[in-house]
C-alpha cells in the first residue's frame, strides 16, 4: 500500500507500526505524539530511484533536482533503453560528472542484458537486496539501505551509516556517541519497524522537536 497525496507517493504506515513502536519505547512514543505523521515522498520505480540516487551522490538536494528535471526533459523517461540512447557524454552534458554518467550507463547495460535482475531484486531479502544493490558501480550500502527503504518500502531498515539517523538516536536518548553495539539495541527494539523509526529519527534531527538538542561532544 502506498499512500498518494495529488502526484506524490508517500512511504506508507499507521497506527500498527506506530503503536508497536509506541510499546516498545517511550522516548519514541513521545517523538511520535509530538511530531504525528511523517510524509516522505517515495519513487517505486527501482531503474530511476538507482539512477536518481547516483545522480544525487555528494551534491545538493538542489543540484539533484535541477540534473534530474534536465534528464526528464532530454529523455522523455528515464529507463535503461533512454539512457543507453543517450550514452555517456549526453549524460555528463546535463550537468552531472563523467563518473557518474559511466555508473548509470554500466547499470543500463546490465539492466538491458539481464546481467542485473531488476524485477528479481523485490522478491529478496534486505539482506540479499542490499548487497545487489551495492555491487552496482556507484552504489554503496547506505545508498542501497535508502533505495530500500524509499523506493521498495521495506518496513525495517534503519540504517548506521546515515549520520543523521545517528544523530537523531542521540538527540532522542541524550546519548553523546552512538557506537554500533548501542545502534544495534536499538535497531533490534523498532524491530519490524525500524523504517518508520528512520523517518520520526530524521525528523528529530532535521529540527522537527527545537528544544532537543544534540549532545554530541563539540568539536
Known amino acids: 500500500m502506498t499512500r498518494r497525496g495529488g502526484s506524490s507517493v508517500y512511504f506508507a504506515y499507521g497506527e500498527e507500526e506506530t503503536d508497536y513502536l509506541k510499546k516498545k519505547d517511550k522516548r519514541m512514543a513521545e517523538v511520535i505524539d509530538r511530531i ?37 526533459s532530454a529523455l522523455g523517461e528515464v529507463n535503461a533503453e533512454t539512457v543507453l540512447a543517450a550514452g555517456v557524454s549526453k549524460l555528463q552534458s546535463l550537468g552531472m560528472t563523467f563518473r557518474k554518467a559511466e555508473y548509470i550507463t554500466d547499470f543500463a547495460e546490465k539492466v538491458h542484458t539481464g546481467a542485473f535482475d531488476l524485477e528479481g531484486i523485490w522478491q529478496k531479502s534486505d539482506e540479499e537486496a542490499i548487497r545487489e544493490l551495492s555491487s552496482l558501480k556507484g552504489i554503496g550500502v547506505w545508498t542501497a539501505e535508502m533505495i530500500l527503504l524509499f523506493c521498495m518500502q521495506r518496513p525495517d531498515v534503519l540504517s548506521y551509516d546515515d549520520l543523521a539517523i545517528r544523530r537523531g538516536l542521540r538527540m532522542v536518548y541524550r546519548h553523546r556517541s552512538i557506537d554500533r553495539a548501542l545502534f544495534e539495541k536499538y535497531r533490534r527494539r523498532y524491530s519490524p519497524y525500524g523504517s518508520v523509526a528512520s523517518l520520526y529519527l530524521w525528523a528529530v534531527s532535521g529540527g522537527a522537536i527545537p528544544e532537543l538538542s544534540d549532545p554530541a561532544p563539540k568539536k
Open 36 to 72: 504525528g505523521h511523517v510524509e516522505r515522498k517515495v519513487d517505486t520505480d527501482l531503474f530511476s530511484a538507482v539512477v536518481h540516487h547516483i545522480v544525487g551522490q555528494q551534491i545538493s538536494t538542489k543540484a539533484q533536482e535541477t540534473i534530474w528535471q534536465r534528464m526528464l
